[in-house]
């Protein structure tokens, strides 16, 4: 398999993950966030707030994770995955996702948690690797990672 064809599976990989992921993720978002809602008091104003909310906010922090990692990639900069704000916000969307899908139906289990964990895993994802799947610069950046590994292998094989 030539390297071009590897780079061009592995960027239509990433945008199945993305097609296929993201859909169901914020489709899934405003079910269950809906069915939660709809689980507080009649009179409560807050039971709009997590089928409107939650999926925007999964966007918003999902995709500016995904560009930050990306840009500090680019740039050969410290992963910003590692600055408490990012954790907490990725944390966050899991943790609102994971629970709201916990919460939303009348008998929790552990296949339930399971489901909503594996649906939220793979939305989130998917989320967070738009901005290096429509990038231009992915095969470079593959590419020089590559060779950043090889000189690594080869220099640790010479000691």
Known sequence: M????AL?????????????????YLVWLVQVGYLTGQGL?????????PPV???PVAVLFCVMAGW???????????S???EPWIVASLVFVA????SCGVVSVDNPSVPVGLLSAVVTGLGMIGLFFIPAAASRQLPEVIRRRAAERHSDADSKSAV
């Open 95 to 98: 943790a609102s996702s994971v």
């Open 80 to 82: 910003p995955l590692r």
């Open 2 to 5: 030539s390297e071009r064809s």
């Open 68 to 78: 930050t990692w990306w840009l500090s990639v680019v740039s050969r900069h410290r």
């Open 41 to 49: 008091p009649g009179g409560d104003i807050a039971r709009w707030a």
């Open 8 to 24: 061009r599976e592995l960027r239509v990989l990433m945008w199945v993950v993305i097609a296929v992921g993201v859909p169901v």
């Open 53 to 55: 909310l939650l999926p």
